[in-house]
């Protein structure tokens, strides 16, 4: 059994305050009176308040106190006894009973006004020390007494109990507020789960159980220490979930288990099973207040679980629906991107095979020339793809190792042949060899997709300026060129997918290049920006961290998270 | 050096790629045998014992990498790879694995014939030569002695070692491991990369007329180091694209 006090919220903790302090007068006799009415009201014992559990030892303390009472009463009328008449000190023990029972309840009155009954007979009426009664009009007084002690104690103790359940009432109405207020809060559904266990614990005394589905099944999510659990409690659970009754002890089905357990049901199917363990010994009209307060929880959790599905599904058919938009992007995107080259192969190839004839060897030439251009556009945008997609798998590990910048700038313009070594390209470089540690072949890539920006859209006779330097603990490398710049309006979607910047033109581009920069860039922990030059033209710059233990960002979940959002 | 008759075994799950190579090497006299799967490559090595293997690394059954260590066992036949982009990490392991070059599809049939030549060279050991040239860069390996042109330039032991290793694996590909490895053994790793990529780079600044645009020197991205012979002259080469 578990002490109501350890888990009472102060506020909850019902009639161990002096709440009762109405405005009175100032003087001494006044707040005698307060404070005596305070001390026989306030101090009910938690045994006797029914909802928030009961304590069998207490119980026995207020038996204990009130026999107490009423023989401290007995002694005082003995010790004056000889002043006055045992008429006059009847009132007295008329007194203690209702005070034990406004105090203590009706068993402890009754039981004192017997046992008072008794000490009267026994310590006041003459003959003393005897219980025989020589004169009737004494045993008149005796009958009476404990007759008008009982009545009064029986409808002091009913207005105390009504106050009580009143009192409780209030507090599990304002408990289930609290939780109310607490859930309107809550997102997810862990959330749900997290709020409502802890509000649960501090303000019901019973152990307590919450299960939902998962997938398919039915799964604890939370469940206090002390909930006994074993397949019997968990098929009430389950025959609870599935049919959608209550189930368990207090209940027609699986009485024989410890639980109570309550469908968490709402407008759209049932949400989950909410039940707990009201102890054995407690009075089942008792018990059954506790499972009205559990059922109360149980609706503010289904209604909060049902909303929460609710925004979970609004949220994943927007999800579905911004997918499907990228995904159309990407078919137009690639359908063109793809058929366009092919179609310059195919065309050529086929005016190779069946026009051998009427060609001439300059057109035939500039065919296969033209050709061969267009078959290494197909191959760079179908390696562009590939990097999107293994970004968007997450699939991009960060293989860190010293390199020298110089190095992956040498290796980019190689990688970009021709194209590359007949424009002016302006380099500047730090004189000393610059390690960094970072993984060769993706930030190779970057630069090879930025100085191939770079060179598309800008004039032939334009330089392009590639520049690295260092800054505190980091490595920035500029891209820098000369030609008319994207627009200032359009800077900030450079990095998204399929985005060319409103050149639906001749460019070769499938708006690729920048978000897989992007994806690179920040998966070594570094940032990339793009912005206007002050006499046009565009500068991409992108920082690497150089200290930094790349590993950790191509690692981590969270990493992960990062790359892949890229997507958006 | 006549390539006539020289034998090729081509080994692609790809019949395209493999009718491919077949018409381009056939073309210019050579005799290609085909394998499709590794197990088929490794026989086929036995049997008709090719004077080069081209080998994709892409394969159903045997990696193309596991089949190179099948093949290291026992010949030392010159094998080239066939790999994708994203694959350097194969390619490496291919290399160490004792691959002696690769190429990256799609690569152009002037690129593979070069590779064939220059493996072929290597094979045959016609590279063994005490002096080395290459454009403008000479180096002596009896005399100790490099040059550009008529200058002499002045290396550090560990550069000419570097060096020394570039030129006598000339033309092929060292991939990282093996360049430590051959000069730095003993050197945990990740220092002796360190100490790798400070080298090359002031061999290049002493060697190369543009450093951050090498001629001599060039790198493959993820893979390693190469000392060109071809292309040198000829500043049009088209590189892998």
Redesign the interface.
Known sequence: MRGASRHSPAGLRLGTSPTIDPPMPNFAVARLQRSIANWIISAAPPGETPIWGEELSRQRLSYLEALSLMALVTVASFAISRHLTPIDVVMFYVLAVVIAAVRWGRGPATCSAVAGAFAFDFFVIPPLMNFAITDIGYLITMVSMLAVALIVSALVAEVREQAETARTNAAYVEAVYAIAQALAETGSQDQIVKVFARHVVETFHWPVLLALPVRGGLATQFRSPEFAYDDAEWAAAVWAYEVGQPAGRGTERFPEVRGHYLPLRTAWGIKGVLAAQVGEAVHPRLAARQYRVLEAFATRAALALGRAELEQKAHEAQLLEETDRLQKALLNSISHNLRTPLATVTGTLRSLLEDTAILDESTRQEMLINAEEQ??RL??LV?NL?DMS?LEAGAVRV?P????I??????A???L??AA?CRPIR?R?PAH?L?VNL???LV?QVLVNLVDNALKYSADDRPIEIQVRETDGQVEVEVIDHGEGIPQEHLEKAFERFYRCGRSDGGTGAGLGLSICKGFVEAHGGRIRVRRGAEGGTTVAFTIPMTADAERHSESEDERTRVTSTRG | MSERGLRVLAVDDERPIRRFLCSLLSSRGYTVYEAETGREAVEQARISGPDVIILDLGLPDIGGVEVTRCLREWTQTPIIVLSVREGESDKVEALDAGADDYLTKPFSPGELMARIRAALRRAAGLEKGSVFTAGDLTVDLAAREVRIGDRPVQLTPTEYTLLKVLVSHAGRIMTHAQLVQAVWRGIHYEDALHILRVNVSNLRHKLEQDASRPRYITTDPGVGYRLRTEHVAAAGDSGSS
Do not use: H, I, S, Y
């Open positions: 078959a290494t191959n760079r390696g590939l293994r293989k190792e010293p390199c020298d110089q190095d992956v700038v040498g290796a313009l190689e990688q042949g021709e070594r380099l470089l060899p390690l993984d060769f072949v190779t």
